[in-house]
């Protein structure tokens, strides 16, 4: 069955996960995940995203990620591209670093938060890394030092995660701190990486609740949230889709976009795809990229192989103009 595309909503809450290929180690020493740290930082900010929890395992991350307004990939691709040529360099080594796709997860906010950073941030635990609350605090690499306020980190967004706590801010780490110790004994828990209908509907208990009562809820493998809350956001997707399919069934092509932008801004086809980097040039090739991924649901790599540019050009150009 092939995968279902990524949901890569801007402004919402996704799981992201990373994995090495075939489980091999993608961090080797300290120095690999400072490095690798620090450009997740700089794309974040970059992109206006935020982070509320993070770890690095040794062959895997987590990032609890609210995208900005352009969404997840562009970051995503940009730090993956780097770290893994970063890597390769490093270790002399070729080929694939990370498993085909990173996993991405929308996640339910409002019922979720808490429970994903905790997840998220007790990883070493779970590893057996550490043992103790006291270590995670001094354990560098995960987003919990920044939540308890050992330490910052301008891209990780702390505030959010302590006002589900109320109170002032001393009361609300406390609070943190005893959340987190409450969870010191949980093991893994697939609904937060897996499981469809099981993720939907928070648990195999509920699932088979809902069997014996003869009752159905909607699910998605790529959504963790309430049956409401599935239904919701791939109901939003699929008025998405079809929107491209209308314009794909009216005879709107790429190509056509191509012409009918070439037209408006006074450049020709030839101008557009060699590369020209003159103002008006830009603008068009910028509108077509736009219009493509909006419009036809094109991937930035796709608009690329038509105008004959490099496929973080088309990247930069759609970052552009929907920040203009």
Excluded at 48 to 60: G, I, P, S
Excluded at 64 to 78: A, E, T, Y
Excluded at 257 to 269: A, G, L, P, T
């Amino acid at each position: 069955m092939p995968r279902k595309a990524r949901l890569d909503v801007p402004g919402a809450l996704h799981h992201i996960m990373v994995r090495g290929i075939d489980k091999s180690n993608i961090f080797r020493d300290a120095g690999d995940k400072a490095r690798f740290l620090e450009r997740l930082g700089q794309n974040v900010q970059d992109a206006n995203c935020t982070v509320h929890a993070w770890v690095l395992m040794d062959n895997h991350v987590h990032l609890l990620f609210r995208s900005g307004k352009d969404g997840i990939s562009s970051v995503m691709r940009k730090l993956l591209t780097w770290y893994a040529q970063y890597f390769n360099r490093r270790y002399g080594r070729k080929g694939h670093l990370f498993e085909n796709r990173y996993k991405s997860i929308l996640c339910d906010e409002e019922n979720y938060l808490l429970a994903l950073v905790r997840y998220i941030h007790l990883n070493p635990v779970r590893a057996n890394i550490i043992q103790t609350l006291e270590d995670l605090e001094k354990y560098p690499w995960t987003g919990h030092r920044a939540v308890v306020e050992k330490t910052k980190y301008p891209w990780m967004d702390t505030a959010t995660v302590l006002t589900q706590f109320g109170g002032a801010k001393r009361k609300a780490v406390k609070a943190y701190r005893q959340f987190m110790h409450e969870g010191m004994g949980l093991g893994h828990d697939p609904q937060f990486s897996g499981g469809g209908l099981v993720r939907s509907v928070g648990g195999w208990s509920k699932v088979l609740s809902l069997r014996r009562k003869g009752q159905r809820k909607e699910a998605d493998e790529r959504i963790l949230g309430t049956g409401d809350f599935v239904h919701q956001v791939v109901t939003e997707a699929e008025d998405r889709l079809i929107r491209q399919m209308k314009h794909r069934r009216s005879g709107l092509t790429l190509i056509k976009i191509i012409e009918q932008e070439c037209e408006k801004h006074k450049v020709s086809r030839k101008e557009l795809e060699s590369g020209s980097r003159r103002s008006v040039v830009s603008q068009a090739r910028a509108q077509v990229a736009r219009r493509g991924v909006e419009e036809l649901g094109f991937s930035a790599a796709e608009i690329a192989r038509h105008l004959g540019v490099a496929t973080s050009s088309i990247t930069r150009a759609v970052e552009r103009i929907r920040r203009s």
